[in-house]
């Protein structure tokens, strides 16, 4: 443990942004594998749509905050709409 003030003080703000970012993240990761397994399943493109809407949401909502970095985002976001594409491509 940290003896001087201003070094107690950042344990804790890190803390407390380890547990923010890891709440991002987790979204993030979630609503991509909700896209995802919607995939797996058939769903109609119209709700593979919808929740690659919210999916983007929350991986810009990561970015904006720093939980990642936005070249992350972008390719997290490209990577799965390029596989949302793929699939009904084929269909």
């Known amino acids: 443990m940290p ?3 201003s070094a107690k003080r950042r344990v804790k703000i890190s803390e407390r942004n380890r547990l ?3 709440a991002y993240k987790t979204r993030m990761k ?3 594998k909700k896209v995802l397994l919607a995939l797996s ?3 109609t493109k ?3 749509e919808q929740l690659y809407k919210i999916a983007q949401s929350a991986i810009d909502k990561a970015a904006k ?3 990642v970095h936005k070249n992350e985002a972008a390719r997290r976001k490209s990577r ?3 596989k949302i594409n793929k699939h009904f491509a084929i269909e």
Do not use: F, P, Y
Request: no cysteine; hydrophobic share 40%.
């Open 3 to 5: 003896n001087i003030k």
């Open 20 to 22: 923010i970012n890891k």
């Open 30 to 32: 979630n609503s991509i």
């Open 41 to 43: 399943e058939g769903k």
């Open 46 to 48: 119209e709700e593979v």
């Open 65 to 67: 905050i720093g939980a």
């Open 80 to 82: 799965l709409m390029s």
